[in-house]
């Protein structure tokens, strides 16, 4: 198979891989027949493929990437996965589009928390939540926008002052907001 180039890997993952940690797939040879063929083992690729084997496990599935999915671009945020959107907007229009993404999130979250507890996968599975904080003063403004979109999206969220910051992160940065849906794994 011919490819016009391989991504670029640091190989700068959350966490310390060993060989024996790296589950290798053989490389394709000869011809292959699939059904569907997937371009990706990030989250993406492998959700679709497991969703489409769940409703069609007659089909071929073929998935196809240029790395180990254990070093790929999904594997270096750190098992970090959000329920929220980073940035929500302030039009109707915009609100509208982060409650759509807000749902697609959090139903990812739902599905691998199943697919942890079904396969019985010891991940350490942690429901932590996400800080957005601040350190400079001027990005109040930025900040307090966010807070006023969550209270339109009815998500809830706790206001925390630099000192139950400090408390609970044990950084120096100024007061904001926790949101519940996030998830360390």
Request: glycine content about 6%.
């Amino acid at each position: 198979m011919r490819f016009a180039s391989v991504p670029f890997n640091q190989n700068q993952v959350g966490w310390p891989l060993n060989e024996e940690d790296l589950y290798r797939q053989p490389s394709l040879s000869g011809d292959i027949k699939a059904d569907w063929v997937i371009i990706g083992s990030g989250y993406a690729g492998v959700s679709f493929a497991r969703r489409l084997a769940s409703l069609n496990p007659q089909l071929n599935i073929v998935l196809i990437d240029a790395e180990c999915a254990a070093t790929s671009s999904s594997a270096r945020n750190s098992g970090f996965i959000i329920g929220l959107p980073h940035n929500i907007g302030s039009s109707t229009a915009e609100l509208k589009k982060a409650q759509d993404y807000r749902a697609l999130l959090q139903e990812g979250i739902r599905l691998l928390d199943e697919t942890v507890t079904e396969h019985q996968i010891a991940c350490e599975w942690e429901n932590v939540g996400k800080y957005h904080c601040q350190i400079d003063p001027s990005s109040e403004a930025i900040m307090q926008e966010y807070v006023d979109n969550l209270q339109l999206m009815q998500e809830p969220y706790s206001l925390l002052d630099g000192e139950a910051l400090y408390q609970k992160l044990g950084t120096a940065f100024t007061a904001k907001e926790f949101t519940p849906p996030a998830v360390f794994w």
